[in-house]
Nanobody, 125 residues
Framework: QVQVVESGGGLVQAGGSLRLSCAAS????????MGWFRQAPGKEREFVAAISWSGISTYYADSVKGRFTISRDNAKNTVYLQMNSLKPEDTAVYYC??????????????????WGQGTQVTVSS
């Protein structure tokens, strides 16, 4: 069982920065990769970034490479998404997800087992 809770969303101007946090708790010995996805109105869920259990391996969607950085602090059971140079097209509900039993990240939402409730990110022009 993994509980996932996102925070840090809000309104920011284009070119600005925002950091999302995702707190994940578990009571198993299984390691898990973490991922960020987003969904804008009228669009399907889109992969954003993912990170391995160790934090060594990261994976980004082309649309956010060079602007977003995913990291994790396992001591705090928290994963972060640092978003810089934000664009209006980044506006979406951002979801954090946990992939239990797999240390490597995945870009496929179907491969994640637990999801947070989402946090709204709005970028104004």
């Amino acid at each position: 069982q993994v509980q996932v809770v996102e925070s840090g969303g809000g309104l920011v101007q284009a070119g600005g920065s925002l950091r999302l946090s995702c707190a994940a708790s578990r009571r198993t010995f299984s390691s898990y990769a973490m991922g960020w996805f987003r969904q804008a109105p009228g669009k399907e869920r889109e992969f954003v970034a993912a990170i391995s259990w160790s934090g060594i391996s990261t994976y980004y969607a082309d649309s956010v490479k060079g602007r977003f950085t995913i990291s994790r602090d396992n001591a705090k059971n928290t994963v972060y998404l640092q978003m810089n140079s934000l664009k209006p097209e980044d506006t979406a509900v951002y979801y954090c997800a946990a992939r239990v039993g797999y240390g490597l990240p995945s870009a496929k939402s179907e491969e994640y087992d637990y999801w947070g409730q989402g946090t709204q990110v709005t970028v104004s022009s």
